[in-house]
Nanobody
Framework: QVQLVESGGGLVQAGGSLRLSCAAS????????MGWFRQAPGKEREFVAG????????EYADSVRGRFTISRDNAKSTGYLQMNSLKPEDTAVYYC????????????????WGQGTQVTVSS
């Protein structure tokens, strides 16, 4: 079992920044790939960014590429999502998830999920 707890969400004006954290406990976090997803009201959960267990391979959704940066610190069993130049359309609940392989854009391929943290971007 891996327990994931997100933090760092909040209310920010358009153009601002937030840094989300995902603290892991339980089984070895470093053996899992990690993904960040988001879900806006009335919409499906969507892939935002993914990172391999080593941190050497990353990928981003087109909508956030160049603005968001995913990273991880395996020594601290923590993952991060740095979000810059935020837009109102980034408003959503953000979730981190642990993948048994590298990472995936597919929700159903993840084994463990956090409870989510709300990000609200005002215009």
């Amino acid at each position: 079992q891996v327990q994931l707890v997100e933090s760092g969400g909040g209310l920010v004006q358009a153009g601002g920044s937030l840094r989300l954290s995902c603290a892991a406990s339980g089984r070895t976090f470093s053996s899992y790939g990690m993904g960040w997803f988001r879900q806006a009201p009335g919409k499906e959960r969507e892939f935002v960014a993914g990172i391999s267990w080593s941190g050497t391979i990353t990928e981003y959704a087109d909508s956030v590429r160049g603005r968001f940066t995913i990273s991880r610190d395996n020594a601290k069993s923590t993952g991060y999502l740095q979000m810059n130049s935020l837009k109102p359309e980034d408003t959503a609940v953000y979730y981190c998830a642990a993948h048994p392989g590298t990472w995936s854009i597919r929700v159903h391929e993840y084994d463990y999920w956090g409870q989510g943290t709300q990000v609200t971007v005002s215009s």
